[in-house]
T-cell receptor, first 114, second 115 residues
Framework: NAGVTQTPKFRILKIGQSMTLQCAQD?????MYWYRQDPGMGLKLIYY???????DKGEVPNGYNVSRSTTEDFPLRLELAAPSQTSVYFC?????????????FGSGTRLTVV | GENVEQHPSTLSVQEGDSAVIKCTYSDSASNYFPWYKQELGKRPQLIID?????GEKKDQRIAVTLNKTAKHFSLHITETQPEDSAVYFC??????????????FGKGTLLTVNP
């Protein structure tokens, strides 16, 4: 049982490049989330999904896209990377009701856009 | 949407002292309030949570209190130890009623426990 696995751990992108941050969970959680963490700003919700085929915007979705074709995977796509997207990105998952053990977070992806 | 304010942003205490971190929330529909601990370079991890039908919850040296009327909740750590040094985040959400269980986080408190 690996929990929530994120790849890559680190990445440097040039302005205008694109990339996909991978997230996979093996706990059969329905709910999955992408957050970004900037220094002193807490965690901001980018996108979330309540099940395969269903996604919705969070607080800061601009510049990002997601898909959820399976229960296990929830990739985050960055198109035309900008310096403002330099951040640490966390994927998380939870049971439907959140009644058990809260969110399980991945180990994060540290992205730098130069 | 929900807004969570967290204070203080930094807190320094001597080993053995108590630490208190306070949060306020804006949405009266929120009924679930977890606290996460994040050590440097690591992922956030749940340390304790409380539902709105409970006023206080304890787990060894940590406790959380909730005042629904005033819409604020607090984390209390007693007998602090150097390994308690970390960033602590409060969060709020609504569980049940078909909610999507989105957590809104506070901006975090950097707790430093000095030996």
């Amino acid at each position: 049982n690996a929990g929530v696995t994120q790849t890559p751990k680190f990445r440097i992108l040039k302005i205008g490049q694109s990339m996909t941050l991978q997230c996979a969970q093996d706990m059969n959680h329905n709910y999955m989330y992408w957050y970004r963490q900037d220094p002193g700003m807490g965690l901001k919700l980018i996108y979330y999904s309540v099940g395969a085929g269903i996604t919705d915007k969070g607080e800061v979705p601009n510049g990002y896209n997601v898909s959820r074709s399976t229960t296990e995977d929830f990739p985050l796509r960055l198109e035309l990377a900008a310096p403002s997207q330099t951040s640490v990105y966390f994927c998380a998952s939870s049971y439907t009701s959140g009644a058990r053990n809260g969110y399980t977070f991945g180990s994060g992806t540290r992205l730098t856009v130069v | 949407g929900e807004n969570v304010e967290q204070h203080p942003s930094t807190l320094s205490v001597q080993e053995g002292d108590s630490a208190v971190i306070k949060c306020t929330y804006s949405d009266s529909a929120s009924n679930y309030f977890p606290w996460y601990k994040q050590e440097l370079g690591k992922r956030p991890q749940l340390i304790i949570d409380i539902r709105s039908n409970v006023g206080e919850k304890k787990d060894q040296r940590i406790a959380v209190t909730l005042n629904k009327t005033a819409k604020h909740f607090s984390l209390h750590i007693t007998e602090t130890q150097p390994e308690d040094s970390a960033v602590y985040f409060c969060a709020a959400s609504m569980l049940g009623g078909g909610s999507n269980y989105k957590l809104t986080f506070g901006k975090g408190t950097l707790l430093t426990v000095n030996p």
